[in-house]
């Protein structure tokens, strides 16, 4: 079991107002790292959506928890938190778009930004590969790079 935030931390982590620890989030079965869990199909559909503007990102989100396979119920009452959380209580609009922290510009489809990545700090790998740094990250873990990528 593991507990998934229902919008890609990665996607919003620079929304003003925005937290981890109050954003809406979802029980799913296994590792979000294996492919064949609930987890595991959630965050990889997750990852192929673009996640430009908010609304977006939640799109995004509930096309994850579908491919899932999460009952339609459950969807919309994922997708109705997540829009009540970003648009009411952060006071959002779903155009938003200055959602990343990445050297304070938006990433472009497949990386962007300045690239700077700190894998040593903390950072999660997911958040990474959907930035557009896979192979970076597949570097850093085979020893053929250090922990920060320009």
């Known amino acids: 079991m593991g507990d998934h935030l229902i919008v890609l931390h990665s996607a919003v982590r620079a929304c003003a107002g925005y937290s981890r620890h109050d954003a809406p ?3 799913l079965d296994g590792s979000s790292i294996a492919r064949g869990t609930e987890h595991g199909r959630a965050v990889t559909a997750q990852l192929t959506r673009r996640h430009g503007t908010l609304e977006e990102a939640i799109a995004a989100a509930v096309f994850a ?3 899932a396979g999460l009952p ?11 829009e009540d959380y ?9 155009g938003h778009e200055e959602m990343h922290a990445t050297c304070g510009t938006r990433p472009s489809r497949g990386g962007g930004g300045c690239g700077n990545v700190d894998v040593l700090s903390g950072a999660n790998p997911l ?3 959907a930035a557009g740094r896979y192979e970076q990250m597949m570097q850093y873990a085979f020893g053929l790079s250090y922990g920060v990528f320009t």
């Open 86 to 94: 970003f648009y009411s209580r952060l006071d959002l609009t779903p």
């Open 65 to 67: 928890l579908h491919a």
């Open 127 to 129: 958040d990474e590969i």
């Open 72 to 82: 339609k119920g459950i969807c919309r009452q994922a997708r109705a938190a997540c």
């Open 25 to 27: 989030s979802i029980l």
